[in-house]
């Protein structure tokens, strides 16, 4: 419960029994609709305040207290000399906007950058930012005024056309909206996180959308799809190309929320002087909308640096004022450009999608704004609404003026004809307020039409003035019957609206800057396609890191497989050979295997990458083997009627002496990084030994203890999914299994080293072959096994391979 003072309305006796004053008492109300009470007056504060434009002149309440103190308080048309960041800023914080100032400056910044908006509201000297993702200078630096454009904003304010309130401390009044003459939510776009809402619109082409409201008037039942006639899509500043078919494109104008598919613009370098013979060059020129060069230009060196696509050599920045964003990108000669931009359009932000979400603040029947997510129908409709009230009030407010001048022309003639009559009563008079009375009393004028008399200059009733006068009041009349016509007619209205919209449109012509294509144009991914054959070796260390390395030569060269750099204390556990076209397999100790493309392996002559960071691997769990799909060392897979399951298998052996095989045609395609099960583990169990089953028919498998067992390896339960396996040896209380060692010639013999540190040998002559489930050969009394020696790793002559 929260409690609530409120006071109270009766009289309180004290302990003396007199009446006491009104006192305080504390009510208790439920915590949670106070809560929600509370909550709703900060959510709506936020999305009519703050975060969502006024569908009719489509801006924030920040972007109109700035525009408005640029245009009313401090003038700054376009043809005026610029005034510092500063102090448009702090009159906006100052007067109307009682935020933070870098609020606002943000908000100013946006009015002003050309790559953020399709016709820009603020024309900024000096550093406003840039493309590349550059902030723009501090407030004291820079300066502004407004563009040609944004005074159709605000022009018509002079008329009265658009309601007043006052500011937040009530000293001066503010538009509530401004007059806007074009629909400028639709032709620059917004972006607002309210609460529990967004909106997200997307600039328009100015002509497009002139075109489409021209229609509208005249087709007040037009359809989405109709309209989308006029306006074929976003235009965005930075251009790009739509790849979103017309179909879907018009479902999101349906809707008013979608994905519209953005890719960046690109060509071959046709320039003699720029080409060189090792390489060609594809100038990108335009990138979507909202994404920074300069990001872009990271994203892309790092795909050079790692060399996830090999055909691309190089990228460099070239854009300047003269030839605009030119992005090079350097490939090799024989490489294919439309692969290597479909990799890009895959990996980068050369594509991407724009999320539309057109949600605006909308008027209800009482004229109260409330968010409401309109189709492109809905929001032409609603500002049209909007334009036709304005220009009414503006006629209305001409008219008023106009009646006013008229009334006091006709005073002027009226006096003229009686003009030495009325000169002689003002001289007679005892000032202003008599000859007042005297004139009015002598001629039919009223209290107005007599005190513009008498404030107008005695030269100007003279005879030649007087034509003029009338010449005014019969302009002035004219006037006056042409707008009581249009008043008369909401026709002639509209036709006023019409105009008035084709004019701004031929004032500002535009081309558009987005191109549009098809989905038809995004091809499938094929990872494979962007990959070049090489052969390579992955090596994995004991403590799971992984890299990638060319050749290793044998005894004698620079690349020796005993001089590849490893952590301190790491040692090499396998290396994998392969192609960077096939996988490899990493076997971990917990039961879960990790496919990965080799060419996803960072190449390095250091300590390469952990696998943790390609792969979720559990805690504590580490590498036990990792094993090759190139064909060239892993035989295919291969099954038959008497044998379903296909070979090659793979040997699993755990520390509780479990042991199984599995099918390696499980494990050949990429994982995820949760990986695949390929054993299911007892408690307090874990895997010690993975290896491939090729020509290996026994194996021994070796205990702490000392104890070794000879078994064969069919004797290893053949599993088509992860299982717990068969009992391969039977273990003494505390003895676990070190690992195991596949036999495969007569002359291989398992070696250790005790736990004395002295060397042992064990052969197959005389340790017979024997059944699973046995305890094993006690091979000594008096130590234990402390690590089993494998058998070198054999590292693969590629020399000899690629000769073959």
Same mark, same amino acid.
């Given at each position: 419960?929260?409690?609530?003072?409120?006071?109270?309305?009766?009289?309180?006796?004290?302990?003396?029994?007199?009446?006491?004053?009104?006192?305080?008492?504390?009510?208790?109300?439920?915590?949670?609709?106070?809560?929600?009470?509370?909550?709703?007056?900060?959510?709506?504060?936020?999305?009519?305040?703050?975060?969502?434009?006024?569908?009719?002149?489509?801006?924030?309440?920040?972007?109109?207290?700035?525009?408005?103190?640029?245009?009313?308080?401090?003038?700054?048309?376009?043809?005026?000399?610029?005034?510092?960041?500063?102090?448009?800023?702090?009159?906006?914080?100052?007067?109307?906007?009682?935020?933070?100032?870098? %609020?606002?400056?943000?908000?100013?910044?946006?009015?002003?950058?050309?790559?953020?908006?399709?016709?820009?509201?603020?024309?900024?000297?000096?550093?406003?930012?840039?493309?590349?993702?550059?902030?723009?200078?501090?407030?004291?630096?820079?300066?502004?005024?407004?563009?040609?454009?944004?005074?159709?904003?605000?022009?018509?304010?002079?008329?009265?056309?658009?309601?007043?309130?006052?500011?937040?401390?009530?000293?001066?009044?503010?538009?509530?909206?401004?007059? /806007?003459?074009?629909?400028?939510?639709?032709?620059?776009?917004?972006?607002?996180?309210?609460?529990?809402?967004?909106?997200?619109?997307?600039?328009?082409?100015?002509?497009?959308?002139?075109?489409?409201?021209?229609?509208?008037?005249?087709?007040?039942?037009?359809?989405?799809?109709?309209?989308?006639?006029?306006?074929?899509?976003?235009?965005?500043?930075?251009?790009?190309?739509?790849?979103?078919?017309?179909?879907?494109?018009?479902?999101?104008?349906?809707?008013?929320?979608?994905?519209?598919?953005?890719?960046?613009?690109?060509?071959?370098?046709?320039?003699?002087?720029?080409?060189?013979?090792?390489?060609?060059?594809?100038?990108?020129?335009?990138?979507?909308?909202?994404?920074?060069?300069?990001?872009?230009?990271?994203?892309?060196?790092?795909?050079?640096?790692?060399?996830?696509?090999?055909?691309?050599?190089?990228?460099?920045?070239?854009?300047?004022?003269?030839?605009?964003?030119?992005?090079?990108?350097?490939?090799?000669?024989?490489?294919?450009?439309?692969?290597?931009?479909?990799?890009?359009?895959?990996?980068?932000?050369?594509?991407?999608?724009?999320?539309?979400?057109?949600?605006?603040?909308?008027?209800?029947?009482?004229?109260?704004?409330?968010?409401?997510?309109?189709?492109?129908?809905?929001?032409?409709?609603?500002?049209?609404?909007?334009?036709?009230?304005?220009?009414?009030?503006?006629?209305?407010?001409?008219?008023?003026?106009?009646?006013?001048?008229?009334?006091?022309?006709?005073?002027?003639?009226?006096?003229?004809?009686?003009?030495?009559?009325?000169?002689?009563?003002?001289?007679?008079?005892?000032?202003?307020?008599?000859?007042?009375?005297?004139?009015?009393?002598?001629?039919?004028?009223?209290?107005?039409?007599?005190?513009?008399?008498?404030?107008?200059?005695?030269?100007?009733?003279?005879?030649?003035?007087?034509?003029?006068?009338?010449?005014?009041?019969?302009?002035?009349?004219?006037?006056? /019957?042409?707008?009581?016509?249009?008043?008369?007619?909401?026709?002639?209205?509209?036709?006023?609206?019409?105009?008035?919209?084709?004019?701004?449109?031929?004032?500002?012509?535009?081309?558009?800057?987005?191109?549009?294509?098809?989905?038809?144009?995004?091809?499938?991914?094929?990872?494979?396609?962007?990959?070049?054959?090489?052969?390579?070796?992955?090596?994995?260390?004991?403590?799971?890191?992984?890299?990638?390395?060319?050749?290793?030569?044998?005894?004698?060269?620079?690349?020796?497989?005993?001089?590849?750099?490893?952590?301190?204390?790491?040692?090499?556990?396998?290396?994998?050979?392969?192609?960077?076209?096939?996988?490899?397999?990493?076997?971990?100790?917990?039961?879960?295997?990790?496919?990965?493309?080799?060419?996803?392996?960072?190449?390095?002559?250091?300590?390469?990458?952990?696998? %943790?960071?390609?792969?979720?691997?559990?805690?504590?769990?580490?590498?036990?083997?990792?094993?090759?799909?190139?064909?060239?060392?892993?035989?295919?897979?291969?099954?038959?009627?008497?044998?379903?399951?296909?070979?090659?298998?793979?040997?699993?052996?755990?520390?509780?002496?479990?042991?199984?095989?599995?099918?390696?045609?499980?494990?050949?395609?990429?994982?995820?990084?949760?990986?695949?099960?390929?054993?299911?583990?007892?408690?307090?169990?874990?895997?010690?030994?993975?290896?491939?089953?090729?020509?290996?028919?026994?194996?021994?498998?070796?205990?702490?203890?000392?104890?070794?067992?000879?078994c064969e390896i069919e004797e290893a339960a053949l599993l088509s999914n992860p299982g717990k396996g068969v009992k391969g040896i039977k273990l003494e209380k505390g003895d676990t299994v070190m690992g195991a060692l596949q036999l495969t010639r007569p002359s291989d013999c398992l070696r250790?080293?005790?736990?004395?540190?002295?060397?042992?040998?064990?052969?197959?002559?005389?340790?017979?072959?024997?059944?699973?489930?046995?305890?094993?050969?006690?091979?000594?009394?008096?130590?234990?096994?402390?690590?089993?020696?494998?058998?070198?790793?054999?590292?693969?002559?590629?020399?000899?391979?690629?000769?073959?």
């Amino acid at each position: 419960m929260a409690k609530r003072k409120s006071a109270s309305n009766g009289e309180e006796k004290n302990t003396n029994g007199h009446a006491s004053v009104e006192t305080d008492r504390i009510e208790y109300v439920p915590i949670s609709e106070v809560t929600r009470r509370r909550y709703l007056n900060y959510a709506m504060s936020v999305i009519t305040s703050r975060a969502l434009p006024d569908v009719r002149d489509g801006l924030k309440p920040v972007q109109r207290r700035i525009l408005y103190v640029m245009y009313h308080d401090l003038r700054l048309m376009a043809n005026a000399k610029p005034r510092k960041c500063a102090k448009i800023c702090g009159d906006t914080t100052g007067n109307y906007h009682p935020h933070g100032d870098s %609020s606002v400056y943000d908000a100013l910044v946006r009015l002003a950058q050309d790559f953020n908006l399709r016709n820009p509201l603020v024309n900024g000297q000096g550093n406003f930012g840039s493309i590349m993702g550059l902030p723009a200078a501090a407030a004291r630096y820079t300066e502004a005024r407004l563009t040609g454009i944004a005074e159709h904003l605000m022009n018509e304010l002079r008329y009265q056309t658009v309601e007043m309130r006052p500011n937040y401390d009530g000293t001066r009044e503010e538009p509530v909206v401004l007059p /806007a003459r074009f629909p400028n939510l639709l032709v620059n776009g917004v972006h607002g996180i309210a609460v529990g809402m967004a909106t997200n619109i997307p600039p328009h082409n100015l002509g497009e959308v002139v075109k489409a409201c021209t229609h509208l008037i005249h087709h007040p039942d037009a359809t989405v799809a109709q309209l989308m006639k006029y306006i074929k899509g976003p235009d965005f500043p930075l251009g790009g190309r739509i790849v979103t078919d017309k179909r879907s494109l018009t479902t999101v104008y349906k809707e008013g929320r979608g994905p519209i598919k953005i890719r960046g613009e690109w060509k071959i370098d046709t320039d003699k002087r720029a080409k060189t013979k090792n390489t060609q060059r594809l100038i990108v020129y335009s990138v979507p909308y909202g994404v920074e060069t300069g990001s872009l230009l990271s994203e892309i060196g790092g795909i050079v640096e790692t060399r996830k696509l090999p055909q691309l050599m190089d990228v460099a920045d070239e854009t300047d004022d003269k030839n605009g964003l030119k992005i090079v990108l350097d490939i090799k000669p024989d490489a294919d450009p439309e692969t290597v931009m479909a990799f890009l359009y895959k990996h980068t932000h050369l594509e991407q999608n724009f999320s539309v979400n057109m949600t605006c603040l909308v008027p209800d029947d009482s004229d109260v704004l409330v968010p409401q997510r309109c189709d492109l129908r809905e929001m032409l409709q609603f500002f049209l609404d909007f334009r036709f009230i304005t220009v009414r009030r503006r006629f209305e407010y001409q008219l008023e003026q106009l009646e006013r001048r008229i009334h006091i022309l006709e005073g002027f003639e009226i006096i003229f004809n009686g003009l030495d009559k009325a000169l002689k009563l003002i001289r007679a008079s005892n000032g202003k307020q008599d000859a007042a009375k005297k004139l009015m009393a002598n001629f039919p004028l009223d209290e107005i039409q007599t005190m513009a008399i008498l404030e107008l200059q005695l030269y100007r009733i003279s005879k030649l003035e007087i034509n003029t006068i009338r010449e005014e009041l019969e302009e002035k009349q004219a006037e006056a /019957a042409r707008i009581r016509r249009i008043l008369a007619s909401d026709k002639r209205l509209w036709k006023v609206v019409e105009t008035e919209l084709k004019e701004l449109g031929e004032e500002f012509p535009e081309k558009r800057q987005t191109k549009l294509g098809s989905s038809d144009e995004i091809t499938e991914f094929d990872p494979q396609a962007y990959i070049v054959r090489e052969n390579t070796n992955v090596v994995v260390t004991r403590e799971g890191w992984i890299k990638r390395v060319g050749r290793l030569k044998t005894k004698g060269e620079t690349r020796e497989l005993d001089k590849t750099r490893v952590r301190e204390g790491d040692s090499v556990l396998d290396v994998a050979p392969g192609s960077t076209l096939d996988h490899v397999v990493f076997f971990s100790s917990d039961g879960v295997a990790y496919t990965l493309p080799i060419e996803q392996v960072p190449v390095s002559s250091g300590y390469g990458e952990p696998l %943790s960071k390609h792969a979720r691997m559990g805690d504590g769990a580490s590498l036990v083997a990792a094993i090759t799909t190139d064909a060239r060392f892993t035989p295919e897979d291969k099954a038959t009627r008497k044998q379903p399951i296909p070979t090659p298998h793979v040997l699993i052996v755990t520390e509780k002496g479990q042991i199984m095989r599995i099918s390696f045609s499980l494990f050949r395609t990429a994982s995820t990084k949760a990986g695949r099960k390929y054993c299911r583990l007892g408690k307090d169990d874990r895997v010690v030994y993975a290896g491939l089953v090729e020509d290996a028919e026994t194996m021994f498998i070796a205990t702490r203890d000392a104890r070794v067992l000879h078994c064969e390896i069919e004797e290893a339960a053949l599993l088509s999914n992860p299982g717990k396996g068969v009992k391969g040896i039977k273990l003494e209380k505390g003895d676990t299994v070190m690992g195991a060692l596949q036999l495969t010639r007569p002359s291989d013999c398992l070696r250790v080293i005790n736990t004395g540190g002295k060397k042992m040998t064990f052969g197959q002559m005389k340790y017979g072959v024997t059944s699973r489930g046995g305890k094993g050969v006690k091979t000594s009394q008096r130590s234990g096994f402390a690590e089993i020696l494998y058998p070198p790793i054999e590292v693969v002559d590629w020399d000899e391979i690629e000769d073959e």
